[in-house]
């Protein structure tokens, strides 16, 4: 987002970043006005994405000139000498050039710069040929977001060449860069949607001159994680002992709470209970165990300590009475790996804690930095896992999250004579078996300085913090 003149400028980074987050749009839209100033950081995963996408669309590229098309790159042309690349794009697709990597569309306050454009025997209304729009992309799942985005390069295109685009094209990376094809008009509707949000958010109707910044606030979003704003918008948090600071609780009971005159952590923490009231939605034990584990935080935060309380009674299918029964020869797995090595990512640390014979618990761990010991690590685990299996059936293998039997999965497909054995789905069902059944499902969380342990059924989820246990961060589970 930018000031061009007295119009802002948009951008497809623009309408992805409103669907993530609102406040987002604000604090942008004070930066283009020089009210403000960007923060000078970014999520080092971002810079190491940003860097592996264009290894990819050079190799697409350059896949697509052994095809033999001809393809024509205004890479070289500075984002900002936009009349230049707005006119050299429009020149090359007046000549009916094959591919045109990096140019530029736009129309009003809207500017977009798609990866790729490649001309179709479709005609247009403009010329006997058409053009439709391929973003390269490293996800190998196809994200709202993109689709977003090339609905509005597909859009721009179309008030150019005078024809929607039938197809929006993802490539992701792989052998023969086969894309991934999505019909145009499909999208059309949701495309318009979240533009017109981002319009209104914005303040209002072409030619669009500056206008007060809407009210905003940093509500906590996944987009957090990797958002430069993350250090300001957690500050503010701070600052206001906002209620998402509170283990656990959902947005719905913040804003109950809210409607209490509990609006932050403070207030929630002293509020009578029995609760006086029935909440709008949900179980009022829900609510008061939300009120308590804001009681324990404010009171840890007071004593400047970290503290955590049983939840009792302890019955039945409660808490770690959900676990199975423990015995000597259970084994807590965790497995580290990078998803952006080669083409398949690598698993990079497989690890356990178990028991030995005189009953001290010990970690053990391979380290793997190529394909060669990622194998030797898979089979190390296997190998470990299935031999206290064969001596004692009723042991359990315990992880840390969803991650594990996924990534073991993986492994296995990567290293196909070891899954050919059995090992790897053996290992892998053994995994969930044992998060699953009678037992539930449980989860480990990491939330600020607290180790969160969740449990679910498969069928119905326990409101947050039903189990919460409140253990120091790094306390391993069941140990
Ligand atoms: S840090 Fe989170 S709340 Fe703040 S702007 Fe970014 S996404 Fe929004």
Request: proline fraction near 5%.
């Amino acid at each position: 987002m930018r000031i061009w003149g007295r119009q802002i400028r948009l951008s497809a980074s623009d309408l992805s970043n409103h669907l993530a987050c609102r406040h987002l749009t604000t604090l942008e839209l004070q930066v283009a006005r020089g009210a403000r100033t960007a923060p000078d950081w970014a999520a080092p995963d971002l810079k190491v994405i940003q860097e592996l996408g264009l290894r990819h669309e050079k190799a697409y590229l350059a896949h697509l000139a052994a095809q033999g098309l001809t393809v024509e790159n205004l890479g070289h042309i500075d984002h900002k000498e936009e009349e230049r690349l707005l006119a050299e794009t429009l020149e090359l697709m007046e000549r009916g050039a094959e591919v045109i990597a990096q140019g530029a569309l736009s129309d009003g306050e809207w500017f977009g710069r798609p990866d790729v454009l490649r001309r179709v025997a479709k005609p247009s209304k403009r010329w006997a040929w058409s053009y439709e729009v391929a973003d390269t992309k490293l996800a190998r799942e196809t994200k709202a977001t993109t689709i977003l985005q090339l609905s509005l390069y597909s859009d721009l295109l179309a008030k150019i060449q005078g024809t929607l685009p039938e197809f929006l094209w993802v490539v992701p990376p792989g052998e023969g860069y086969a894309g991934e094809k999505y019909p145009a008009l499909e999208y059309a509707a949701y495309y318009r949607h979240v533009k017109d949000k981002l319009v209104r958010a914005i303040g209002g109707g072409p030619p669009r001159k500056v206008v007060p910044t809407p009210e905003t606030y940093p509500e906590p979003v996944e987009h957090c994680n990797v958002c430069r704003w993350f250090r300001e918008c957690d500050t503010k948090r701070r600052a206001d002992d906002h209620l998402s600071l509170v283990a656990g609780i959902r947005r719905q009971q913040r804003d109950q709470f809210e409607t209490w005159n509990a609006e932050t952590m403070e207030k929630l923490a002293v509020l009578p209970i029995p609760l006086k009231e029935r909440p709008k939605h949900g179980s009022k034990a829900g609510y008061e165990r939300v009120r308590e584990q804001a009681r324990v935080q404010v009171e840890g935060r007071t004593e400047k300590k970290l503290k955590h309380e049983l939840l009792l009674p302890v019955g039945e299918g409660m808490g770690f009475c959900r676990l199975p029964e423990p015995t000597a020869d259970d084994v807590f797995v965790d497995l580290e790996g990078d998803p952006f090595v080669g083409e398949q990512g690598l698993q990079y640390l497989f690890g356990f804690v178990l028991q030995n014979a005189g009953g001290e618990w010990s970690y053990e761990k391979k380290w793997a930095l190529n394909r060669e010991q990622e194998k030797k690590g898979f089979e190390w685990l296997v190998d470990e896992i299935m031999q206290r299996r064969a001596a004692n059936p009723k042991m359990h293998v315990y992880h840390f999250g969803a991650y594990e039997p996924g990534a073991v999965r993986d492994a296995g497909r990567r290293n196909r004579p070891l899954a050919a054995r059995g090992g790897a789905s053996r290992l892998a069902s053994s995994l969930q078996a044992r998060n699953a059944g009678q037992c539930g499902r449980v989860f480990a969380e990491k939330s600020g300085s607290v180790l969160r342990i969740r449990a679910e059924d498969a069928v119905g989820d326990f409101a947050d913090g039903d189990a919460v246990c409140g253990a120091p961060a790094g306390t391993w589970v069941g140990q």
